[in-house]
């Protein structure tokens, strides 16, 4: 069975920085998607960033592009999100979440078939 379970988050200042984490494991995640998908309280589920596990192409949201990268460490079956220059806006909960199927779907949270527990990322201003 599929588990993913992120870590990392927390509370940091504007213009701070936090690395989350999404610990995966359940099967080989050969050509599987990785993404990362957040929800501010009374806001949809949005995209933030994803990757191809095998060819580590990667796909960003335009609001978080040249502050956020998305990486993965495949002997470890980990993939990270370095937020840099954080934002009030960008708090949110994180979900790591996990799709087969190529990179139809990847920018929409009912693309995705796996999603992790959410870690919660609080910037103040």
């Known amino acids: 069975q599929v588990q993913l379970v992120e870590s990392g988050g927390g509370l940091v200042q504007a213009g701070g920085s936090l690395r989350l984490s999404c610990a995966a494991s359940?099967?080989?995640?050969?050509?599987?998607?990785m993404g990362w998908f957040r929800q501010a309280p009374g806001k949809e589920r949005e995209f933030v960033a994803a990757?191809?596990?095998?060819?580590?192409?990667?796909y960003y949201a335009n609001y978080v592009k040249d502050r956020f990268t998305i990486s993965r460490d495949n002997a470890k079956k980990m993939v990270y999100l370095q937020m840099n220059s954080l934002k009030p806006e960008d708090t949110a909960v994180y979900y790591c979440?996990?799709?087969?199927?190529?990179?139809?779907?990847?920018?929409?949270?009912?693309?995705?078939?796996?999603w992790g527990q959410g870690t919660q990322v609080t910037v103040s201003s």
């Open positions: 979440a996990t799709k087969g199927g190529g990179s139809y779907g990847t920018y929409s949270p009912s693309g995705y078939n796996y």
């Open positions: 359940g099967r080989t995640f050969s050509g599987y998607t």
């Open positions: 990757i191809n596990w095998s060819s580590g192409r990667t």
